[in-house]
């Protein structure tokens, strides 16, 4: 079991749902992450946080909203997804401090259809 | 630019077969170098980060060293339960303190009985 969870496991939505991804932690981490890993690629980051507030927005298109309400939790907002949005999400989290490791959750996989 | 390269991307290992697998990066200053081994359906796990040139980790049947070009993770007398993907990442010195991480495609490990 991982000390980073998210829900759901599953998610399956069309195009013009509008759904949730969560992810919590409780290790006290500062940081948090999301990731979007497609089948036998490495993950690629998304966003970054950093005390709550949005640090790195790695050029995402605006169908996808994340929100940090307070230093354990961690969501993504989806509107109007794409088919090539499916993907495995994963939230990472990791302590303050330079060279510190992420730690992962299990991931959501969505499937958009 | 940065980049991370990781080799071979498969490997099929007989039980007990020790062997090594690499990756080599190329950033302007590392910062830190991690491993991590991905399970079919689940998020990455921490084994590893390293620092400097010379530096050695074990853990259990693996080891990681550094260069100041390249990374091994020698896994030796490998089980079944040593499949996995390893993925490599590394951070560099012009990224900030919350870790903006590259990942190598990672190479699948199948540990037959």
């Known amino acids: 079991d991982t000390e980073v969870t998210q829900t759901p496991k599953h998610l399956v939505m069309g195009m013009t749902n509008k759904k949730s991804l969560k992810c919590e932690q409780h290790?006290?981490?500062?940081?948090m992450y999301w990731y979007k890993q497609k089948a036998k690629k490495p993950p690629e980051l998304m966003f970054v946080?950093?005390?709550?507030?949005?640090?790195i927005n790695e050029s995402v298109p605006s169908r996808f909203s994340p929100e940090c309400p307070n230093s354990s939790l961690l969501n993504l907002h989806l509107h109007a997804l794409q088919p090539e949005d499916s993907a495995l999400y994963l939230c990472?989290?990791?302590?303050?401090?330079?060279?510190?490791?992420?730690?992962f959750g299990d991931g959501t996989r969505l499937s958009i259809l | 630019e940065d980049q991370v390269t990781q080799s071979p991307e498969a490997l099929r290992l007989q039980e007990g077969e020790s062997s090594s697998l690499n990756c080599s990066y190329t950033?302007?200053?590392?910062?830190?170098l991690f491993w991590y081994r991905q399970d079919p359906g689940k998020g990455p796990e921490f084994l590893f980060t390293?620092?400097?040139a010379g530096e050695e980790k074990e853990k259990e049947r693996l080891k990681a060293t550094l260069t100041k070009k390249e990374s091994f993770l020698h896994i030796t007398a490998p089980k079944p339960e040593d499949s996995a993907t390893y993925l490599c990442?590394?951070?560099?010195?012009?990224?900030?303190?919350?870790?903006?991480?590259?990942f190598g495609a990672g190479t699948q490990v199948v540990v037959t009985p």
């Open positions: 990472a989290s990791s302590p303050k401090g330079v060279n510190q490791p992420q730690h």
């Open positions: 290790m006290g981490h500062r940081a």
């Open positions: 946080y950093s005390y709550e507030k949005l640090s």
């Open positions: 950033v302007s200053g590392l910062r830190g």
């Open positions: 390293l620092y400097s």
């Open positions: 990442a590394v951070q560099a010195l012009t990224t900030d303190s919350w870790g903006k991480l590259q």
